[in-house]
């Protein structure tokens, strides 16, 4: 379920590139962007992966900006012929791609008047009408178009582009969640959940099986932004727990 | 860019469930499905990481079935109240979702008859005419309609019906790939790095700029089902390296 909440807004990511899609690398970004956006009181909503072709691009980027209220795209925005976010996302929003001053200003001191090549130039080409998000550690921008966030794909450039975005978006209520872990089966305390969501439906109640040391256990997650409903599902669930004849394993508690 | 490659079948992977979007669970499962994937000579253009909500399952699945020659599935299949893959794929395609005799037996056997709960038994819905993917670790089943592949979540569980699978489903030329490492800028090969995606247009060449230890550095990585294209092209790709005055750092060739 989705949270049932007027206090919280929705956020999409789009991943951009062939990196992950190949196997080679773990993404790493979903999570740390999730984490924050949590702080901020947004859900994010969905995560897609895409190759960096164009059309690809095109219809990700048009299918999520009119679904959430904020889509963030990670990566292709770097000098090769493999980075072409900028143009397809200057085309999913019919606007031309152009050399945009700032951006050949901020290049222009980080390589150097001689050094900016044409590779290096194609990193100041930004849609029509969009503003900038800086890039405290390799100059080359990102960039803001309606509600789409264009940033980055290496992590350390992406976390520092995200984190001066922050402070620009308007937030809702922070989502706190608890954890409460046991090593009951899913089946066994499956009744139990299905009465504690309805009885709690603007917590959102997740069931997590896994294997840790060849053990099957459980996580059992609860988010929302009211922490006295939180507080009290979350009693309730260690009550269902013990009813069972388990003790509650680990607790994170972030909402304390 | 794709592979402009007859050899190959694409796929796209659709995991389902709050885990991985609230930050909490780091995927891995992508990485092991698509590497497996690439053995098989089937490449992943797509993933998507989608909530638990009816519709959004079956927006997804619809979708992407269309796109792709094959869509796996992950998550939701258990027994509690946030496990509603089963029913919203049965609604994706128009069938009935019903208890599948074989299903019942599986854990029947698994459980024993006087253990078979209600949340138990309820994994024994299946929609109509789809074949079973046997679970060897908790006896719930996966399935198959058409050409989508739905399984279990759990890594260890995901991974026993995923090489369960790979024997049924029709494989293309494996994928082979090289990467090499330099500490040189994008910008500084860029445009070699075009002239040489146009020398070869059959094998993808990525650039993938990335920090270890604070330092910038650059993994290129060639994919191909030509063995003799991408060896051509990656003793290329290491010349242009070394006119450029570095040494390739680290060499991983997957194809010899």
Chains 1, 2 share one sequence.
Not at 132 to 158: D, K, Q, S
Request: net charge negative.
């Amino acid at each position: 379920m989705v949270f049932k909440n007027e206090d919280i807004y929705s956020a999409a990511l789009v991943i951009i590139g062939n990196e992950i899609l190949a196997g080679r690398t773990h993404d790493t970004n979903t999570p740390w962007i999730a984490e924050r956006l949590t702080d901020y009181g947004i859900v994010l909503g969905e995560v897609r992966v895409i190759s960096d072709v164009e059309e690809e691009i095109i219809f990700s980027v048009n299918e999520l900006r009119k679904k959430f209220d904020y889509v963030f795209t990670t990566g292709g925005i770097g000098p090769t012929h493999d980075d072409i976010t900028a143009e397809s996302i200057a085309k999913a929003f019919g606007k031309e791609l152009v050399r945009d001053e700032r951006a050949s200003q901020m290049l222009e001191e980080h390589y150097g008047i001689e050094e900016l090549t044409p590779p290096r130039a194609k990193m100041s080409l930004i849609p029509m009408g969009a503003k900038l998000i800086p890039n405290p550690v390799t100059a080359a921008p990102g960039f803001i178009i309606e509600n789409v966030y264009v940033m980055a794909g290496v992590p350390r450039i992406m976390q520092a582009m995200f984190d001066h975005l922050l402070g620009m978006i308007k937030a809702g209520k922070p989502i706190l969640s608890n954890t409460v872990a046991c090593n009951l089966s899913e089946s066994t305390v499956a009744t139990d959940l299905t009465v504690l969501q309805e009885q709690y439906p603007d917590v959102q109640l997740g069931s997590y099986p896994h294997y840790r040391g060849g053990v099957l256990g459980l996580s059992l997650v609860l988010r929302a932004t009211n922490k006295k409903n939180l507080e009290n599902a979350t009693e309730r669930l260690i009550e269902i727990i013990k009813e069972h004849g388990d003790e509650p394993r680990a607790l994170s508690i972030r909402s304390t």
